[in-house]
Nanobody
Framework: QVELGESGGGSVQAGGSLRLACAVS????????MAWARHNPGKEREVIAV???????YYADSVKGRFTVSRTNDKNTMYLQMNNLKPEDAAMYYC????????????????????WGQGTQVTVSS
């Protein structure tokens, strides 16, 4: 069983920055493909960043160049550094682990994931 817990959400003004963290329980973290996703009511959930066990990263066009995903395997933690935040970035942010099917490269951005955290809210004011 894998459990995920997000932290670091909050309220910022447009142009500001936040750093989200995802703590992962279990001993499979270092082998798992991990992802960050966001969701607003009435919209589809969007996977915005993924990081493979080897460190390769992929981003949705909506956040490319502004967000950076990273991981520290010795701390079982994944991070999302969000810079130059825009009002449209406001959402509930979730971390996820282990795609339900084999993926390579950017396929992980459209994959479903087996494990999800409870989410952390990000609010961006203009």
């Amino acid at each position: 069983q894998v459990e995920l817990g997000e932290s670091g959400g909050g309220s910022v003004q447009a142009g500001g920055s936040l750093r989200l963290a995802c703590a992962v329980s279990g001993d499979r973290f270092s082998r798992n493909t991990m992802a960050w996703a966001r969701h607003n009511p009435g919209k589809e959930r969007e996977v915005i960043a993924v990081i493979y066990a080897g460190g390769s990263t992929y981003y949705a066009d909506s956040v490319k160049g502004r967000f950076t995903v990273s991981r520290t395997n010795d701390k079982n933690t994944m991070y999302l550094q969000m810079n130059n935040l825009k009002p449209e970035d406001a959402a509930m942010y979730y971390c996820a682990a282990e795609p339900t099917e084999a993926v390579t490269g950017g396929e992980a951005l459209s994959a479903d994931y087996r494990y999800w955290g409870q989410g952390t809210q990000v609010t961006v004011s203009s």
